[in-house]
């Protein structure tokens, strides 16, 4: 009688097994440790990687708001803004890119003004042609600025108004105004002719304008 025959399994020392079948595994919670270390390092070589362009996003939104907040227009863009530089050096690539956006639009906002100040304002060509006049223009504009500390956005009737606030802040970053921009000048200072100095406002919108000159 033969007997039966059985397979014959080969055996394996250790150094003949993978290492990943020799070496213990990782608790979940080790595993979830490793996978949020490996996340970390990725946040912050991203972070290295994207600094030039968060930095130079950050340091125009903060210079724009400090010396034009008044041409952001919207209280909630201040709002956005604030929020994204409140984040300082995590400001992620996403959030440096949107604020760049809210400073360009604000940007846009000063262009377009100045633009339109080199277009005479018909009704007030003729008293903005009077040198003395221009000056009163230029006076008016700063007086009116420098009671413009909320930047139009609260309706306490002190300073400029939504309507008027781009414009008179515009021609306040100017020097001697030309015949077009006092001409816009004496425009929105009309607006408010009530906040001006009775001086001031009579030099500016007193008697008929004189020749040009």
Not at 48 to 58: G, S, T
Not at 123 to 137: F, G, L, N, Y
């Amino acid at each position: 009688m033969t007997c039966p025959t059985y397979p014959v399994f080969p055996t394996f020392a250790d150094d003949d097994l993978p290492r990943c079948v020799l070496e213990p595994h990782p608790t979940p919670e080790e595993a979830e440790a490793a996978q949020a270390a490996h996340r970390a390092r990725r946040a912050e070589e991203d972070r290295r990687r994207n600094a030039p362009v968060v930095n130079a996003a950050r340091a125009a939104a903060e210079e724009s708001l400090r010396t034009q907040r008044w041409a952001w227009t919207l209280r909630a863009n201040v709002e956005h803004a604030e929020a994204y530089l409140a984040r300082g050096e995590y400001l992620s690539l996403d959030g440096a890119k949107r604020l760049r956006e809210l400073t360009k639009a604000a940007d846009r906002v000063v262009a377009r003004a100045l633009q339109a100040a080199t277009v005479p304002f018909e009704p007030e060509i003729a008293r903005a042609s009077d040198s003395s006049v221009r000056a009163a223009a230029r006076e008016g504009v700063a007086f009116m600025t420098r009671l413009d500390t909320d930047w139009s956005q609260d309706r306490n009737r002190e300073g400029w108004g939504r309507a008027t606030t781009v414009m008179g802040h515009v021609l306040d970053t100017l020097g001697e105004l030309t015949v077009s921009q006092a001409s816009h000048a004496l425009r929105v200072l009309r607006t408010h002719r009530r906040q001006l100095p009775a001086d001031l406002a009579a030099r500016l919108f007193d008697g008929a304008p004189e020749a040009s000159r």
